[in-house]
């Protein structure tokens, strides 16, 4: 990079030449403040220039090479490896077929805000139209976080992320999908007679995610308190299976069980202890294969699918459990906080934006309450009459003031 300084009135600016966009074929400077003395703003141009020089560690340095050489290995250590494959899978899908034979140094915010109109329109594998607006983000996400490594690693002189325009997110207009009352028992009644339905019970009555499901393991259960300890996940990677911490701090909690649920899983280990032709030990997986291995997330809901089908219940996915036991609770009015601290959420807010679609039953009968209150006072509100103490009317003078006072004469 080349670096000079220029003069505006009394003041000196250093001027580096940072090329020419490849977007728009326009020289590109950056211009810095420098004070009033051009030695000082000399020596600011050189080390600006410096700085913004390309050096032998980022000399032809691809976005491609860099993210999945450089960035995404180093990732590893630290990420769950679901995150870690999910941010693969979005570089290799979306990223790099569109950025990745640009210079990392040459990357420029309007470059990222082209690749995030291009996903919008037409990012769908299949040709079917774009993605939606969240993996979108997510994308934006990941180019933020490597560009900022690569800054700090002084590969880039600006995170050109942090300059895009991302899109904004939208909350999905068709609302979640659960099961009332008499579906969810009638898919129950169904999967009572299968080897697993001790897992879908307890996913009905604790709206506990799958993974965390498939991760629970005894040591998690106290039966004595009827009270059980989520921690852990069970998740696929690439199909391979990994134990993972909590989706979240707040997802990790306890949650309590009611005397049927302690009596299903009482029975459940007992039969998992004839399976082994052992005691279940704390590190046992509560719900597994016979022979003590774990199931795999996909044949878990293989079949979920083959029983809902049985059952003749709309469609769900397993994760719409969750929404169910929630959904059930809140229309029989389970405080709000409660639910989001059963469920794991971050906060009863989140709660209540999730699960919006029950909450106008709830209003409406928060309404009857309310004009049940001002019934028993004896106010008709249609008459416009009020029962007044030992059955006194109102004088003409309180008449005319109340009028008065109406029509703007009162004073206070």
Known sequence: MKGYVV????????????????????????????????????????????????????AGLTVATFMLRRWLPAKRVNLRPSTWDGYRRLIELHVVP?????????????????LYSELLSSG?????????????????????????????????SHNAADHAEAPKRRRPQSPLRAWNAQQLQ????????????????LAANTGMRRSELLGLRWGDVDLES?????????????????????????????????ARTVEVLRAWRDERRLEAGRPMGEEDRVVAHPDGEPIHPDGFSQTFNRLVSRAGVPRLRPYDLRHTHASLMLKERVPIKVVSERLGHATPGFTMATYQHVLPGMQADAARIFASLLSSTGFNPVEGSVERPFGAEKSTTETRSDLDFLSGGGRI
């Open 226 to 258: 009827s009270r059980l300890s989520v921690n852990r996940a069970l998740v696929s990677v690439a199909y391979e299976l990994h134990d993972s911490p909590g989706k979240t701090r707040s997802s990790r909690r306890s949650v309590d069980l009611d």
């Open 98 to 114: 569109r950025l990745g034979r640009i210079p990392l140094r040459r990357l420029q915010a309007s470059h990222l805000e082209l």
């Open 186 to 201: 009638e898919f129950l009644a169904t999967a009572q007679s299968h080897r697993l339905f001790p897992a879908f019970w």
């Open 7 to 58: 003069q505006k009135g009394s003041r000196f600016y250093a001027v580096i030449y940072a090329g020419v966009d490849p977007m728009t074929g326009r020289e590109r400077r950056r211009w810095h403040p420098a004070g009033t003395d051009r030695d000082e703003a000399n020596e600011l141009a050189a080390r600006l220039a410096a700085q913004a020089s390309p050096t032998h560690a980022s």
């Open 124 to 156: 769908r594998r299949d040709g079917q139209g774009g993605l939606n607006d969240k993996t979108v983000l997510e994308v934006h996400g990941i180019i933020r976080k490597a560009l900022a490594d690569a800054r700090r690693r002084g590969l880039v």
